[in-house]
Protein backbone atom coordinates (compact mmCIF):
# COMPACT_ATOMS: atom_id res chain seq x y z
CA UNK A 1 0.00 0.00 0.00
CA UNK A 2 1.09 3.44 -0.77
CA UNK A 3 1.69 6.34 1.51
CA UNK A 4 -1.25 8.48 -0.01
CA UNK A 5 -3.71 5.21 -0.27
CA UNK A 6 -3.43 4.63 3.54
CA UNK A 7 -3.92 8.20 4.16
CA UNK A 8 -6.84 8.60 1.88
CA UNK A 9 -8.47 5.61 4.25
CA UNK A 10 -7.89 7.29 7.36
CA UNK A 11 -9.00 10.52 6.35
CA UNK A 12 -12.19 8.01 5.52
CA UNK A 13 -12.38 6.83 8.95
CA UNK A 14 -11.70 10.05 10.54
CA UNK A 15 -14.50 11.79 8.63
CA UNK A 16 -16.89 8.78 9.87
CA UNK A 17 -15.76 8.95 13.26
CA UNK A 18 -16.53 12.39 13.58
CA UNK A 19 -19.39 12.59 11.64
CA UNK A 20 -21.30 9.40 14.08
CA UNK A 21 -20.43 12.21 17.19
CA UNK A 22 -23.77 13.84 16.03
CA UNK A 23 -26.41 10.74 15.78
CA UNK A 24 -26.49 10.86 19.76
CA UNK A 25 -27.99 14.73 19.79
CA UNK A 26 -31.17 14.31 18.13
CA UNK A 27 -34.22 16.22 19.49
CA UNK A 28 -37.13 14.82 21.18
CA UNK A 29 -40.71 15.22 19.97
CA UNK A 30 -43.52 17.41 22.70
CA UNK A 31 -40.36 20.26 23.38
CA UNK A 32 -39.59 23.90 21.69
CA UNK A 33 -37.02 24.74 20.23
CA UNK A 34 -35.09 26.36 23.33
CA UNK A 35 -36.58 23.68 25.39
CA UNK A 36 -34.59 20.80 23.81
CA UNK A 37 -31.39 23.28 23.86
CA UNK A 38 -31.73 23.32 27.45
CA UNK A 39 -32.92 19.46 28.01
CA UNK A 40 -29.91 18.04 25.82
CA UNK A 41 -27.19 20.93 26.90
CA UNK A 42 -25.05 17.89 28.15
CA UNK A 43 -25.41 16.07 25.07
CA UNK A 44 -24.12 19.24 23.21
CA UNK A 45 -20.83 19.82 25.38
CA UNK A 46 -20.17 16.18 24.87
CA UNK A 47 -20.38 16.33 21.20
CA UNK A 48 -18.36 19.80 21.25
CA UNK A 49 -15.65 18.14 23.21
CA UNK A 50 -15.56 15.00 21.14
CA UNK A 51 -15.86 16.53 17.90
CA UNK A 52 -12.58 18.58 19.14
CA UNK A 53 -10.70 15.90 20.25
CA UNK A 54 -11.26 13.38 17.54
CA UNK A 55 -10.37 16.58 15.03
CA UNK A 56 -6.94 17.26 17.11
CA UNK A 57 -5.95 13.74 16.56
CA UNK A 58 -6.95 14.13 12.79
CA UNK A 59 -4.49 17.02 12.77
CA UNK A 60 -1.89 15.21 14.73
CA UNK A 61 -2.40 12.02 12.22
CA UNK A 62 -2.05 14.29 9.53
CA UNK A 63 0.82 16.05 11.19
CA UNK A 64 2.78 12.21 11.85
CA UNK A 65 2.19 11.37 7.78
CA UNK A 66 3.97 14.73 6.51
CA UNK A 67 7.15 13.48 8.01
CA UNK A 68 6.46 9.71 6.54
CA UNK A 69 8.02 9.07 2.83
CA UNK A 70 7.01 5.08 2.86
CA UNK A 71 4.63 2.40 4.97
CA UNK A 72 5.42 -1.11 5.89
CA UNK A 73 2.70 -4.04 6.85
CA UNK A 74 3.78 -3.44 10.62
CA UNK A 75 3.44 0.10 10.31
CA UNK A 76 -0.50 -0.25 8.47
CA UNK A 77 -1.42 -2.56 11.60
CA UNK A 78 -0.31 0.00 14.42
CA UNK A 79 -2.69 2.80 12.42
CA UNK A 80 -5.16 -0.02 12.20
CA UNK A 81 -5.23 -0.28 15.95
CA UNK A 82 -5.13 4.13 16.01
CA UNK A 83 -8.43 4.16 13.70
CA UNK A 84 -9.94 1.57 16.42
CA UNK A 85 -9.48 3.66 19.20
CA UNK A 86 -10.84 6.70 17.36
CA UNK A 87 -13.86 4.91 15.68
CA UNK A 88 -14.83 4.28 19.21
CA UNK A 89 -14.81 7.68 20.75
CA UNK A 90 -18.30 8.14 19.44
CA UNK A 91 -19.57 5.45 21.27
CA UNK A 92 -18.19 6.31 24.94
CA UNK A 93 -18.97 9.53 23.85
CA UNK A 94 -22.85 8.69 23.73
CA UNK A 95 -21.83 6.49 26.86
CA UNK A 96 -20.23 9.80 28.57
CA UNK A 97 -23.89 11.84 27.94
CA UNK A 98 -26.21 9.41 28.46
CA UNK A 99 -25.01 8.95 32.19
CA UNK A 100 -24.59 12.42 32.57
CA UNK A 101 -20.56 12.04 33.72
CA UNK A 102 -20.97 9.33 35.44
CA UNK A 103 -17.40 8.69 37.30
CA UNK A 104 -17.51 5.34 35.22
CA UNK A 105 -18.35 6.77 32.05
CA UNK A 106 -15.79 9.57 32.79
CA UNK A 107 -13.03 6.80 33.09
CA UNK A 108 -14.28 4.89 30.43
CA UNK A 109 -13.78 7.53 28.32
CA UNK A 110 -10.79 9.14 29.36
CA UNK A 111 -9.00 5.33 28.93
CA UNK A 112 -10.50 5.72 25.68
CA UNK A 113 -8.42 8.45 25.01
CA UNK A 114 -5.43 7.50 26.87
CA UNK A 115 -5.09 4.47 24.02
CA UNK A 116 -5.61 7.00 21.53
CA UNK A 117 -3.10 8.87 22.44
CA UNK A 118 -0.32 6.03 22.65
CA UNK A 119 -1.84 5.16 19.42
CA UNK A 120 -0.32 8.20 18.00
CA UNK A 121 2.82 7.68 19.54
CA UNK A 122 3.47 3.84 18.60
CA UNK A 123 2.82 5.23 14.95
CA UNK A 124 5.20 8.11 15.24
CA UNK A 125 7.93 5.44 17.02
CA UNK A 126 7.54 3.02 15.13
CA UNK A 127 8.45 5.28 12.02
CA UNK A 128 11.15 6.92 13.32
CA UNK A 129 12.61 4.07 15.14
CA UNK A 130 12.40 2.41 11.24
CA UNK A 131 14.57 5.28 9.36
CA UNK A 132 13.48 3.49 6.19
CA UNK A 133 10.13 4.76 6.58
CA UNK A 134 11.27 8.89 7.28
CA UNK A 135 13.72 10.82 5.41
CA UNK A 136 17.02 9.91 6.99
CA UNK A 137 17.15 14.02 7.67
CA UNK A 138 14.69 14.18 10.23
CA UNK A 139 16.65 15.07 13.60
CA UNK A 140 16.50 12.29 16.09
CA UNK A 141 15.90 15.40 18.93
CA UNK A 142 12.58 15.68 17.28
CA UNK A 143 11.64 12.46 17.12
CA UNK A 144 11.88 12.99 21.46
CA UNK A 145 10.17 16.25 21.35
CA UNK A 146 7.40 15.06 19.37
CA UNK A 147 6.72 11.71 22.02
CA UNK A 148 7.43 14.42 25.08
CA UNK A 149 4.32 16.28 23.73
CA UNK A 150 2.29 12.84 23.00
CA UNK A 151 3.14 11.66 26.72
CA UNK A 152 1.65 15.13 28.62
CA UNK A 153 -1.79 14.56 27.61
CA UNK A 154 -1.29 10.74 29.09
CA UNK A 155 -0.24 12.05 32.15
CA UNK A 156 -3.47 14.50 32.12
CA UNK A 157 -6.06 11.96 31.28
CA UNK A 158 -4.79 9.72 33.61
CA UNK A 159 -5.22 12.10 36.39
CA UNK A 160 -8.70 12.95 34.97
CA UNK A 161 -9.56 9.49 35.68
CA UNK A 162 -8.33 9.16 38.94
CA UNK A 163 -10.53 12.29 39.87
CA UNK A 164 -13.64 10.99 38.36
CA UNK A 165 -15.33 9.79 41.30
CA UNK A 166 -13.65 12.51 43.23
CA UNK A 167 -15.02 15.31 41.27
CA UNK A 168 -16.24 14.86 37.70
CA UNK A 169 -16.50 18.22 36.94
CA UNK A 170 -12.71 18.58 37.43
CA UNK A 171 -12.27 15.42 35.10
CA UNK A 172 -14.34 17.00 32.42
CA UNK A 173 -12.25 20.13 32.39
CA UNK A 174 -8.92 18.21 32.49
CA UNK A 175 -10.55 16.56 28.93
CA UNK A 176 -11.03 19.75 27.39
CA UNK A 177 -8.03 21.55 28.71
CA UNK A 178 -6.05 18.82 26.00
CA UNK A 179 -7.11 19.95 22.82
CA UNK A 180 -7.47 23.94 23.73
CA UNK A 181 -4.17 23.23 24.72
CA UNK A 182 -2.51 21.88 21.45
CA UNK A 183 -4.73 24.60 19.22
CA UNK A 184 -3.14 27.22 21.70
CA UNK A 185 0.45 25.75 21.18
CA UNK A 186 0.20 25.43 16.93
CA UNK A 187 1.87 28.20 16.13
CA UNK A 188 4.34 26.80 18.39
CA UNK A 189 4.78 23.63 16.94
CA UNK A 190 4.17 24.76 13.51
CA UNK A 191 7.44 27.02 14.10
CA UNK A 192 9.22 23.49 15.53
CA UNK A 193 8.36 21.67 12.29
CA UNK A 194 9.03 24.35 9.50
CA UNK A 195 12.61 24.41 11.50
CA UNK A 196 12.71 20.83 10.55
CA UNK A 197 11.45 20.92 7.12
CA UNK A 198 14.29 23.49 6.64
CA UNK A 199 16.78 21.52 8.27
CA UNK A 200 16.04 17.96 6.05
CA UNK A 201 15.55 20.23 3.20
CA UNK A 202 19.32 21.32 3.79
CA UNK A 203 20.26 17.81 4.57
CA UNK A 204 18.98 16.68 1.06
CA UNK A 205 20.31 19.50 -0.83
CA UNK A 206 23.56 18.63 0.25
CA UNK A 207 23.15 15.10 -0.10
CA UNK A 208 21.95 15.97 -3.93
CA UNK A 209 25.55 18.05 -4.35
Known amino acids: MTKGRLEAFSDGVFAVAITLLILDVHPEGGLSGWEMLSHDWHKILVYVLSFVIVGVYWVM ?96 YGLAVALASWCPIISLIMFASVPVSYILSSPFREKRSRQVYETMRLQETHNDE
Do not use: C, E, K, Q
Request: glycine share 6%.
Open 61 to 156: HNRIMSFITAVNTTFLWINLFLLMIIVFIPYVAALLSASRADPGAIRIYGTTLIFANLGNMALFHYATRNRRLVSPSLPSGFSRFALLLGALPILI
